[in-house]
C-alpha cells in the first residue's frame, strides 16, 4: 500500500520549510515537503544577489516570531545555511524537481499528482509564493530577443548595459548591486519611489547622485524591438534607448489556475478564500506564505503562518 503521509507541503521556501519543520518538532512523523526546484528557497536562490540582506521583516514591519524557528536577519548565504540545518536536524523528508500537477481530495485523503509520481495525505500545505510567476509586461517581447530579457539575475554578465524595470525593493536592490560591474538605468513608471525600505531608498538616491547608475522616473516602456541582436527600448517620453539586457523586477502573480485544480476557491475579487487558520474551504488543505497575503509578505510572516497551521493540524488531531 502506497505511504499515506500526516502532511505534504507543497513549495520549498520559507512558508514551506517552516511548515515541515514545526510540523515533525509538533510530533506529525510523516511529513512530505515537495519542490519543483532542485533544491528549496528557489526565490532566494533566483532573485537575490551574492552576499544580498535577507531581512526577516518586510519593508520594516515588524513581526514577532510565534513558532520555534528563531530566524534572524542575515545574507542569501547565512540565510540558505540556516535552512540547510533545520531541514537536515529535522529530517524531513523530500522530493524535489517534482512539480504538482493537481490536487484530489478522495474522502478524507489527498491525492497529489507531480509529473514524477502520486502522493497521498490527509492534510496539504500550499506554499508557493507568486514569485514563481512572476509579472510580465503587457506589450510584446520579440522571440528574437527574448534571451535578453531576464525575470531574475540569471545570465547576467559583468559589463553588460542594463535596464532594471521597476519601483520596489528587488528592482532597487538589484540595480544597486549590478550597477557595482554594470552601466545600469533603473525605470520606474512613478514620480517617486513609494514601497521602498528606508535603508533602500537612501542607497539608490545616493548612487543615483554619484553617477553610479541613472534612474528614470516617471517613464514607463512602450515596446521593445531587436537591434542589431541587442534590446532597444522605446520609452513613453519619446526617446529610446538601446540595452545588452532588461531585467524585469515587477512582482510576482497568484497561480489561479493551479491553485483552483488544487481545490482553493475564490472570491469575486479573484482572492482566494481561507480563515483565521489559512484553512480554505476545502479542509485539511491550507495556504501559507506570500499567496495567503493580500501584498508582499516577509519571511516572519511565512514562519507564523506556519506555527498557526500546524498547531491547527494538531488541535484536530487529524494524524494518520
Do not use: W
Not at 540556516?82 to 474522502?107: H, Q, T
Amino acid at each position: 500500500m502506497q505511504q499515506v503521509y500526516d502532511l505534504i507541503i507543497i513549495g520549498g521556501g520559507p512558508g514551506g520549510i517552516g511548515s515541515a519543520v514545526e510540523a515533525k518538532k509538533g510530533g506529525l512523523k510523516r511529513v512530505l515537503l515537495i519542490e519543483k526546484g532542485d533544491n528549496h528557497s528557489q526565490t532566494i536562490r533566483k532573485f537575490y544577489k551574492d552576499n544580498k540582506r535577507v531581512d526577516k521583516d518586510y519593508k520594516g514591519q515588524i513581526v514577532e516570531l510565534e513558532g520555534s524557528i528563531d530566524f534572524q536577519d542575515g545574507t542569501k548565504e547565512s540565510t540558505l545555511n540556516y535552512f540547510d540545518k533545520l531541514l537536515d536536524e529535522e529530517r524531513i523528508d523530500s522530493a524535489f524537481n517534482s512539480e504538482v500537477e493537481k490536487i484530489k481530495k478522495d474522502g478524507e485523503i489527498f491525492h497529489v499528482i507531480t509529473d514524477r509520481a502520486g502522493y497521498s495525505s490527509k492534510n496539504i500545505i500550499i506554499a508557493i509564493g507568486t514569485m514563481g510567476k512572476p509579472n510580465k509586461p503587457s506589450y510584446k517581447i520579440p522571440p528574437s530577443i527574448r534571451s535578453r530579457v531576464n525575470f531574475n539575475l540569471d545570465k547576467c554578465s559583468k559589463g553588460e548595459k542594463l535596464l532594471i524595470v521597476g519601483g520596489g525593493n528587488s528592482a532597487v536592490e538589484y540595480a544597486i548591486e549590478l550597477s557595482k560591474t554594470n552601466t545600469v538605468t533603473l525605470v520606474y513608471r512613478r514620480e517617486k519611489f513609494t514601497r521602498l525600505n528606508e535603508i533602500n531608498e537612501k542607497m539608490i538616491y545616493e548612487y543615483d547622485g554619484q553617477e553610479k547608475l541613472r534612474l528614470r522616473m516617471n517613464t514607463d516602456i512602450i515596446s521593445l524591438e531587436n537591434e542589431d541582436g541587442l534590446v532597444k527600448v522605446n520609452f513613453t517620453d519619446g526617446y529610446y534607448t538601446i540595452y545588452d539586457r532588461v531585467i524585469y523586477a515587477i512582482g510576482g502573480t497568484t497561480p489561479i489556475d493551479f491553485l483552483k485544480k488544487c481545490g482553493v476557491t475564490f472570491d469575486e475579487n479573484s482572492k482566494p478564500i481561507f480563515d483565521e487558520n489559512f484553512e480554505t474551504q476545502t479542509k485539511g488543505l491550507y495556504l501559507a506564505g506570500d499567496i495567503a497575503v493580500k501584498s508582499g509578505g516577509s519571511i516572519a510572516v511565512a514562519l507564523n503562518h506556519a506555527h498557526r497551521i500546524i498547531t491547527h493540524i494538531l488541535q484536530k488531531g487529524n494524524r494518520v
